[in-house]
């Protein structure tokens, strides 16, 4: 069975300081990862995947995460955090299930940025 | 433009009472999917289905029903046998089990009083 462990519920950092959101998982073969932003109230928006190909993977806004899978970690880091960036942060992995394709969700990490 | 539609964005039950929750997508995806969502807990599965006329049960179906007659729709009921329904609700949808990426509605927020 798939998992993602999200090591941090709540992250505080100073605008202009980097930002690292720590995330491992648990698969049985080659997963495909994702993090996901959710700002308040609102769905979920895509912030980069990493399906097989390159392991450091780029996505919106600057942010960016490295699969090492000796780690079985995906870590979401920014090097410069941004008052905007406040929001809650989804590390997720993909299973599947005969032909069904499933997403099993961490348990979020909510990032606080303060002046 | 292409999207996925969840309505309405704000529900208010009475205990006892079934509600149903609308989920639509014009993206011509396969996939569509139930989520809950509770503070501290991320998001767990209710149900999902894969084609037009099938569904299958998540981590926490109890309580729910659905159904897919439609591709582009996937309605949620939260029934009266659901003991805790308030929450947020979101609906997700994928264009097959080898695409990877899904599209998520903005959410509705289901209370009961």
């Known amino acids: 069975a798939q998992s993602v462990t999200q090591l941090d519920s709540h992250v505080s950092v100073s605008e202009g300081t980097p930002v690292l959101l720590r995330c491992n998982y648990s698969s049985s073969y080659s997963p495909s990862l994702f993090w996901y932003v959710q700002h308040p109230n609102k769905g979920l928006q895509l912030l980069l995947k990493?399906?097989?190909?390159?392991?450091l993977v780029k996505g919106i806004n600057g942010f960016e995460a490295e699969f090492k899978k000796s780690e079985t970690s995906f870590h979401l880091t920014k090097p410069s955090a941004h008052m905007s960036d406040a929001a809650e942060y989804f590390c997720v992995v993909r299973s599947l299930t005969g032909t069904a394709s499933k997403l099993t969700f961490g348990t979020g990490t909510r990032l606080q940025v303060t002046l | 433009d292409g999207g996925i539609t969840q309505s309405p964005k704000y529900l208010f039950r009475k205990e006892g009472q079934n509600v149903t929750l609308s989920c639509e997508q014009n993206?011509?995806?396969?996939?569509m999917y139930w989520y809950r969502q509770d503070p501290g807990q991320g998001l767990r599965l209710i149900y999902y289905s894969q084609i037009v006329n099938d569904f299958q049960k998540g981590d926490i179906a109890e309580g729910y029903s659905v159904s897919r007659e439609k591709k582009e729709s996937f309605p949620l009921t939260v029934t009266s046998a659901q003991k805790n329904p308030t929450a947020f609700y979101l609906c997700a949808s994928k264009s097959g089990a080898v695409s990877t990426e899904a599209f998520f509605g903005q959410g509705t927020r289901l209370t009961v009083v």
């Open positions: 990493y399906t097989s190909a390159a392991t």
């Open positions: 993206l011509n995806h396969d996939a």
